[in-house]
């Protein structure tokens, strides 16, 4: 049942794990690891070793560089269900940024995509990120289906990585600047039309779930 209601109605309280922006993976193996894993040391292992393997391949081979998702995932993915209480916790959510948009741009340089092709996901999802932070301010929390069909930094990095190891590096980015582009910009102009007209639509049987 969905209603739309007063904005300052459907204030929740965001926390510092939203900004995480994790995906389906990354889910699961928080819900695995019960919260139990500090994110903050897990986010800097898994940034430490991203940097190593993407040096590692960007003057030789280029495997290293592709398989820095799936380390990066299970260093960082099991945190995600910690509630990110620590004093510094409020660190990890950058952390993760560094690693995705870091990630994308070195793979892409290195691997000799086109520029506007590197630049324009890493747009997408900085825009995307900036008006999650702004809709945060406003107690308004992100909606988990646009989350989830965004497919998470890790979803978004394995399949760059994938593509990669197939030699479609460039098609990899041009669908996925695409893709994004399409879903977070309906979905922010939809969140914030209904927010001019005074009220949110609320979805609370998807709240529940």
């Given at each position: 049942?969905s209603?739309?209601?007063?904005?300052?109605?459907?204030?929740?309280?965001?926390?510092?794990?939203?900004?995480?922006?994790?995906?389906?993976?990354?889910?699961?193996?928080?819900?695995?690891?019960?919260?139990?894993?500090p994110?903050?040391?897990?986010?800097?292992?898994?940034?430490?070793?991203?940097?190593?393997l993407l040096?590692?391949?960007?003057?030789?081979?280029?495997?290293?560089?592709?398989?820095?998702?799936?380390?990066?995932?299970?260093?960082?993915?099991?945190?995600?269900?910690?509630?990110?209480?620590?004093?510094?916790?409020?660190?990890?959510p950058?952390?993760?940024?560094?690693?995705?948009?870091?990630?994308?741009?070195?793979?892409?340089?290195?691997?000799?995509?086109?520029?506007?092709?590197?630049?324009?996901?890493?747009?997408?999802?900085?825009?995307?990120?900036?008006?999650?932070?702004?809709?945060?301010?406003?107690?308004?929390?992100?909606?988990?289906?646009?989350?989830?069909?965004?497919?998470?930094?890790?979803g978004?990095?394995?399949?760059?990585?994938?593509?990669?190891?197939?030699?479609?590096?460039?098609?990899?980015?041009?669908?996925?600047?695409?893709?994004?582009?399409?879903?977070?910009?309906?979905?922010?102009?939809?969140?914030?039309?209904?927010?001019?007209?005074?009220?949110?639509?609320?979805?609370?049987?998807?709240?529940?779930?």
């Amino acid at each position: 049942m969905s209603e739309t209601v007063p904005v300052s109605e459907a204030v929740e309280a965001v926390e510092v794990g939203d900004h995480r922006d994790d995906g389906p993976v990354c889910l699961v193996l928080g819900r695995t690891a019960r919260g139990r894993l500090p994110p903050l040391p897990a986010a800097l292992a898994a940034a430490g070793v991203t940097a190593l393997l993407l040096a590692a391949g960007a003057h030789g081979s280029p495997v290293p560089a592709l398989l820095a998702p799936f380390v990066a995932v299970l260093l960082a993915g099991p945190s995600a269900g910690h509630p990110h209480t620590g004093r510094l916790d409020w660190l990890v959510p950058p952390i993760i940024r560094a690693i995705e948009y870091g990630y994308l741009a070195v793979l892409g340089f290195a691997q000799g995509v086109s520029a506007p092709l590197v630049y324009v996901p890493a747009a997408v999802l900085a825009l995307h990120h900036c008006d999650v932070a702004y809709r945060s301010r406003r107690g308004v929390r992100p909606r988990g289906l646009a989350l989830r069909a965004g497919l998470g930094w890790e979803g978004r990095m394995l399949w760059v990585a994938f593509a990669g190891l197939c030699g479609l590096l460039p098609l990899a980015y041009a669908a996925l600047a695409a893709y994004l582009g399409v879903l977070f910009g309906s979905e922010g102009a939809a969140t914030w039309a209904r927010s001019r007209r005074g009220g949110l639509m609320v979805d609370w049987e998807e709240e529940k779930a």
